[in-house]
């Protein structure tokens, strides 16, 4: 189970891809966006996320009920206001890639719509990221799955139908490279809907490799998940939550992220192989093992017996498993006390 993508292969033979999702913490100001890009790098996180579109790509311009948000976080917006504010203009999107080209961290968009898709094509994007919300776009996904670049895709809210649905619409294009991630769609998300244990089942469903995209406060999601096996982790991200954008308040700060993306490096190590047998750094511990010592002097031909031999620390005698075995048999020697037991000191 493998993504190739760009010079990287994502697997959970490694440690996993970190994607810091901007989103709308930019909030309006490039020159915040590059800090942030910047940040970003500065943290580990591997590749920095965007989201192409406008709110007339995204909804109408209406006050109607329906495009009403009446809870959660966006609670009194109407759609069209949230994405004017949260959306990021296209124009800057050219200039963004290059400053993560020259830093090295890898660039990333959401398209929400085939114009969007048409405009990051003509930046030369190497892959695409397919949002929760967007996976029952069939269309949109057939579109961007034409394209023949890898594709990593959100599973938020989403029933195992729509996943493959959704997955058999990338393949019917002819593109098998894709990953997908475990996702709750609420903002913030919280632990008892998160229900990490999928990514397991994911990956023995679609044999694919599987990664969270991660709205929890903190980062006891994204090391769980680690160790289920998740080899991409998303998380939003932004310079300080002091600076208050639609998604600030459960994003990540450049700290925050350093820490985490230093811990689901040590899981990922802790983890390590299927394996069995002392480590390198083990062996030294080897000789802490118990063995047999003799415990008071013993004459040549003396019976060995529980009162003058017994199995402690350290290893240098003979191991414990032949205790019985000796016990009754004669010394070929004259053996003094605090000395390990050897094969040669008992009468054959």
Same mark, same amino acid.
């Given at each position: 189970m493998k993504l190739n993508l760009k010079n990287k292969?994502?697997?959970?033979?490694?440690?996993?891809?970190?994607?810091?999702?901007?989103s709308a913490n930019h909030n309006h100001d490039i020159s915040l966006a590059k800090n942030i890009i910047y940040a970003a790098k500065e943290s580990g996180a591997d590749c920095i996320k965007f989201q192409t579109y406008t709110p007339d790509t995204m909804t109408l311009n209406s006050n109607k009920e329906y495009f009403k948000i009446k809870?959660?976080?966006?609670?009194g917006n109407n759609l069209y206001d949230l994405y004017k504010k949260a959306y990021m203009p296209w124009e800057w999107q050219k200039e963004l890639k290059k400053e993560c080209e020259k830093l090295g961290i890898?660039?990333?968009?959401?398209?929400? $719509?085939?114009?969007s898709v $048409?405009?990051?094509?003509?930046?030369?994007?190497?892959?695409?990221?397919?949002?929760?919300?967007?996976?029952? $776009?069939?269309?949109?996904?057939?579109?961007?799955?034409?394209?023949?670049?890898?594709?990593?895709?959100s599973t938020g809210m989403s029933t195992l139908k729509e996943i493959q649905d959704a997955v058999d619409t990338i393949e019917s294009q002819g593109n098998k490279n894709y990953a997908l991630l475990k996702c709750s769609s609420a903002y913030p998300s919280v632990s008892r809907d998160m229900n990490l244990i999928c990514i397991n089942d994911l990956k023995k469903i679609f044999n694919k490799p599987v990664g969270l995209s991660d709205h929890t406060l903190g980062d006891l999601a994204a090391i769980i998940a680690t160790s289920l096996g998740a080899s991409i982790i998303e998380k939003h991200f932004c310079l300080t939550?002091?600076?208050k954008t639609p998604d600030s308040s459960f994003s990540m700060e450049p700290k925050e992220l350093k820490n985490m993306i230093k811990k689901i490096k040590e899981v990922k190590l802790a983890l390590g192989d299927i394996s069995y047998g002392p480590t390198e750094n083990e062996k030294k511990s080897l000789s802490f093992r118990r063995s047999i010592f003799v415990t008071k002097d013993i004459k040549k031909g003396e019976i060995f017996s529980e009162e003058n031999i017994r199995i402690i620390?350290?290893?240098?005698?003979?191991e414990p498993k032949y205790f019985e075995k000796i016990i009754g048999k004669k010394a070929s020697v004259d053996i003094k006390a605090s000395e390990p037991l050897d094969w040669n000191f008992i009468k054959k």
């Open positions: 292969i994502i697997s959970d033979e490694f440690s996993p891809y970190v994607i810091a999702e901007m809870d959660g976080t966006w609670k890898d660039f990333l968009s959401t398209p929400f $719509d085939k114009t $048409d405009f990051l094509e003509n930046l030369d994007v190497e892959f695409y990221k397919i949002a929760s919300f967007e996976i029952v $776009d069939i269309p949109l996904i057939r579109y961007i799955a034409s394209k023949k670049k890898p594709i990593i895709m939550r002091n600076i620390r350290p290893s240098n005698g003979i």
